[in-house]
């Protein structure tokens, strides 16, 4: 007396098939998941504002110019390209909401290398009248 029996069509064949199968699906839905990922890899930014002290001729604190500091990395697997970097406002104003940061030493477009770290550093002297109107 058999409590349990497998039917007819169970063979080691099919059972070799349905697995191979189930194997081919997870495979081909990881593939899909990491060429997505590698699809929308994204730089990494991270915005730094730094005030500059500097001492006066009769040794008191002037307060220097604000440094913007703005670090990218490229956390994908491929080389990326930076082609400008450009302030957004959180408002508009009458010339709009972006503004570029232009050094004059710097030429883009700039190539980031997979997992690497570039620091793009902005003086600002003061700020445009422009960018505090609201």
């Known amino acids: ?3 349990f029996s497998m039917p007819d069509w169970v063979t080691p064949e099919i059972l070799l098939t349905i ?5 081919s699906t ?3 839905v990881w593939n899909i998941v990491l060429a997505l990922l590698e699809k929308w890899s994204r730089l990494k930014v991270s915005v730094e504002f730094r005030d500059s002290m500097t001492a006066g001729i009769d040794g008191k604190v002037i307060r220097g110019p604000t440094v913007c ?3 990218i990395v490229n956390k994908g697997n491929q080389v990326k390209y930076v082609s400008s970097i450009d302030l957004s406002l959180p408002y508009r104003t009458s010339t709009g909401n972006m503004f ?3 050094n ?7 190539e980031i290398l997979p997992q690497q770290e570039y620091v793009y550093r902005f003086k600002f002297r003061a700020l445009p009248e422009i960018m505090l109107e609201k």
């Open 19 to 23: 697995y191979a199968s189930i194997i």
């Open 69 to 71: 500091f703005i670090r």
């Open 1 to 3: 007396m058999e409590w």
């Open 26 to 28: 997870i495979a081909l």
């Open 104 to 110: 004059p030493g710097t030429k883009f477009p700039v």
């Open 100 to 102: 570029s940061l232009i």
